[in-house]
């Protein structure tokens, strides 16, 4: 069974500029995470799909971030304009459901984004 | 609000040491507790899983047992092995709303040979 996938795996982006992210979850996963993991912490989600809609987005800087997951499938995650402090690596998560105890969120590899 | 407080690294162990990682919630209700693993360049996995008060994880050697009347979910392994060497973080899962999980800082173990 593939994994999650993300891409690019690195990035390097002048402040100011834009940047976007995509992710390919786990084929039949209803569940999708975006999270940022600044160095030397723990991730924070940024939003969470059910399918190709948002269950939760309080903690995505809306004003600069946005994301979309059409047709319940892929996602994509941007950042427009980018900030020194949003250098981090951002982890896209699949679930094949999103509620219950039971739940088990797969990884991807994440992006590192490095923002000069 | 919800929290996960870790031990703070890096851990080095010798191969064959015991290991400890700490770990304390801050939750209302019941959360589901978890541990993941990170190795170098690669995502989270989940290593090991408890859903209610007085369960036992365990996966590959290691085992964390959810305390409720101390709020802690403590990682160990008996015999840990260069292999091993990665960053551990620890997670609650609200089981009410949107079901988010929140996750400790992480804790990295280095172990030599």
């Known amino acids: 069974e593939a994994g999650v996938a993300q891409s690019p795996r690195y990035k390097i982006i002048e402040k100011r500029q834009s940047v976007a992210f995509w992710c390919n979850p786990i084929?039949?996963?209803?569940?999708l995470y975006w999270y940022q993991q600044i160095l030397g912490q723990g991730p924070k989600l940024l939003i969470q799909?059910?399918?190709?809609?948002?269950?939760?987005d309080s903690q995505l800087p809306k004003d600069r971030f946005s994301a979309e997951r059409l047709k319940g499938v892929d996602s994509t995650l941007k950042i427009q304009p980018a900030k020194l402090e949003d250098s981090a690596v951002y982890l896209c998560?699949?679930?094949?459901?999103?509620?219950?105890?039971?739940?088990?969120?797969?990884f991807g590899a994440g992006t590192r984004l490095s923002v000069l | 609000g919800d929290s996960v407080t870790q031990m703070e690294g890096p851990v080095t162990l010798s191969e064959e040491a015991f290991l400890t990682i700490n770990c304390t919630y801050t939750a209302t209700g019941y959360p589901s507790l978890f541990w993941y693993v990170q190795y170098p360049g690669e995502g989270l996995q989940l290593l090991l899983k408890?859903?209610?008060?007085?369960d036992k994880g365990s996966n590959k050697g290691f085992e964390a047992t959810y305390r409720k009347e101390t709020t802690s979910f403590h990682l160990e392994k008996g015999s840990v092995q260069v292999s091993d060497s990665a960053v551990y973080f620890c997670?609650?899962?609200?089981?009410?709303?949107?079901?988010?999980?929140?996750f400790g800082a992480g804790t990295r173990l280095f172990v030599k040979a």
């Open positions: 997670a609650l899962r609200k089981n009410t709303g949107g079901f988010k999980t929140i």
């Open positions: 998560a699949s679930s094949l459901i999103g509620l219950g105890p039971e739940n088990i969120q797969y």
């Open positions: 799909f059910q399918n190709n809609g948002v269950v939760d």
């Open positions: 408890a859903t209610k008060a007085d």
């Open positions: 084929s039949g996963h209803a569940t």
